[in-house]
């Protein structure tokens, strides 16, 4: 069975840092690309990032180039996002995201998310 | 950047079929996944590559896509469907996932 968990979500503030992590299991973790989406309180899905299988190319929403920084350690089967100078707009449940079994461009299986709020 | 457009809200009856639909620039050239999502719930792909089902979601569930419109049916609607659906394609020109505004499904 797929499984995705989130970790490292929490309260902070304006300018801060926060890493999160997505514990992969079930699948072989190094096969596939994955992807981070988020989703602000009471609004829509947005793509934030992906990486491709061996972490080699990756790939950023506007809103967050330079700021977050994906990657990967295919022998932990862990997907990270650094996330630098946060900004208000930023509060939102993160979702880790396996990409589908039969393509890279979507999302296969989805993890339970974990939420960033930044506040002062 | 490429921009999908999706209706905010459909509403159907138990028993009938609702349609979801998803805008987009010769959205037909592009593929189309559709996700299901209930409140406090992760996301669930329901449809990708337009109208491939994974396993697991019943067939009462199905996809189109042509010309400008990509669409999500749902047949024979059941109270446990009422959920938020959002399409996605991916914008190969930005390398960028793209999704709909999502559209709330209730069912009467």
């Known amino acids: 069975e797929v499984q995705l968990v989130e970790s490292g979500g929490g309260l902070v503030q304006p300018g801060g840092s926060l890493r999160l992590s997505c514990a992969a299991s079930?699948?072989?973790?190094?096969?596939?690309?994955m992807h981070w989406v988020r989703q602000a309180p009471g609004k829509g899905l947005v793509w934030v990032s992906r990486i491709n299988s061996d972490g080699s190319s990756t790939s950023y929403a506007d809103s967050v180039k330079g700021r977050f920084t994906i990657s990967r350690d295919n022998a932990k089967n862990t997907l990270y996002l650094q996330m630098n100078s946060l900004r208000a707009e930023d509060t939102a449940v993160y979702y880790c995201?396996?990409?589908?079994?039969?393509?890279?461009?979507?999302?296969?299986?989805w993890g339970q998310g974990t939420l960033v709020t930044v506040s002062s | 950047s490429y921009v999908l457009t999706q209706p905010p809200s459909v509403s159907v009856a138990p028993g009938k079929t609702a349609r979801i639909t998803c805008g987009g620039n010769?959205?037909?050239?592009?593929?189309v996944h559709w996700y299901q999502q209930k409140p406090g719930q992760a996301p669930v792909l329901v449809i990708y590559?337009?109208?491939d089902r994974p396993s697991g979601i019943p067939e009462r569930f199905s996809g189109s896509n042509s010309g400008n419109t990509a669409t999500l049916t749902i047949s024979r609607v059941e109270a446990g469907d009422e959920a938020d659906y959002y399409c996605q394609v991916w914008d190969s020109s930005s390398d960028h996932a793209v999704f709909g505004g999502g559209t709330q499904l209730t069912v009467l």
């Open positions: 010769n959205i037909g050239s592009k593929s």
């Open positions: 995201a396996r990409a589908g079994a039969g393509g890279s461009y979507y999302v296969g299986y």
């Open positions: 079930g699948f072989t973790f190094s096969s596939y690309w």
């Open positions: 590559y337009d109208s």
